[in-house]
């Protein structure tokens, strides 16, 4: 009987445990989804930096949902990379400020070979050569950027980078004083970028050579709602609105809205690309030469 009893005590303890100690797979599906939204939240971090060096750390470290803003103006003595790359949904946020580049010896301002950055509402100015370079990487966003008294020009995206979003930018007064104004436009996209980019509500004034230059470049860039002006100066600028490609090519850029007012040469020029381009809506006046070359 003690026997008998004993026994059914020790069924019933053990039933007990089994009950408190387990966890049914949703509740630790839950836990697990909670702690890794936790580990999430306290990747990303937020700084404001003033000077090049707390920069360049931050940049270096720089992880996807960071947001990394830019106080005031900060005076770069060698170029500033963004090589890490955030996420589709969870990109790096670069923010704010002035970069001022006069302190550069040679080179670009800033170069991006990552992917997933937002670059916004900054100044990136007097660089040696370009300001802003997207060389390698995409799904890149630019909105509000000023670039400006650049060497080069203000904006450049080549060699593969793809898929970059250029919204609401300024680009003006750039000038490469080595070459008389040759080379400087205010946005380019060329010389083998890759597919995707677009530009959007954007402006180019006063640059030395286009406001858009697309020379050699392989695969179709949209432009819409943007406007080119007075570009053209310096003796070799070759001052079209919007450069749209090159001999030898046939690409089908397309351009929409957009106007092209009193460039040294022409408002939309083809420059030998014989792909169809497609423009459409898009109007201008006072170009020193005429306002639709070379388009086929």
Not at 4 to 18: D, K
Not at 212 to 225: H, K, R
Not at 264 to 278: E, F, K, L, P, Q
Request: aromatic share 8%.
């Amino acid at each position: 009987m003690k026997n008998g009893t004993l026994i059914t005590l020790l069924c019933i303890a053990f039933a007990g445990c089994q009950k408190n100690n387990g966890v049914s797979p949703n509740t630790a599906d839950e836990k697990l989804a909670s702690s890794t939204a936790t580990l999430v939240t306290a990747a990303a971090t937020s700084v404001t930096v003033t000077t090049e060096t707390a920069l360049k750390a931050a940049i270096k470290a720089a992880a996807p949902g960071d947001i990394i803003t830019v106080s005031g103006t900060i005076k770069l003595t060698s170029t500033l990379q963004l090589l890490n790359s955030g996420t589709s949904s969870s990109k790096i946020n670069f923010t704010g400020g002035t970069l001022d580049c006069s302190g550069i010896s040679s080179g670009w301002g800033v170069k991006c070979n990552g992917s997933y950055w937002n670059i916004t509402n900054m100044t990136i100015k007097n660089a040696p050569d370009c300001g802003l370079v997207f060389q390698y990487g995409g799904y890149n966003y630019v909105y509000n950027v000023t670039t400006s008294g650049n060497h080069d020009s203000g904006l450049q995206i080549y060699n593969q980078s793809h898929h970059n979003n250029v919204s609401y930018c300024k680009s003006n007064d750039n000038y490469d004083t080595q070459n008389g104004g040759e080379n400087a436009d205010g946005f380019a996209c060329k010389l083998s970028a890759g597919a995707g980019n677009k530009f959007d509500h954007c402006t180019a004034n006063h640059n030395s050579d286009d406001g858009w230059d697309l020379y050699g470049q392989p695969s179709t860039v949209t432009i819409t709602n943007c406007t080119a002006t007075n570009n053209g100066y310096g003796g070799n600028g070759d001052g079209n609105g919007f450069k749209l490609g090159s001999s030898g090519q046939s690409v089908p850029h397309t351009v929409t809205n957009c106007t092209s007012s009193y460039n040294m040469a022409s408002g939309y020029d083809g420059n030998g690309n014989t792909g169809h381009i497609t423009i459409t809506g898009s109007t201008g006046t006072g170009n020193g030469k005429t306002l639709f070359y070379r388009l086929y």
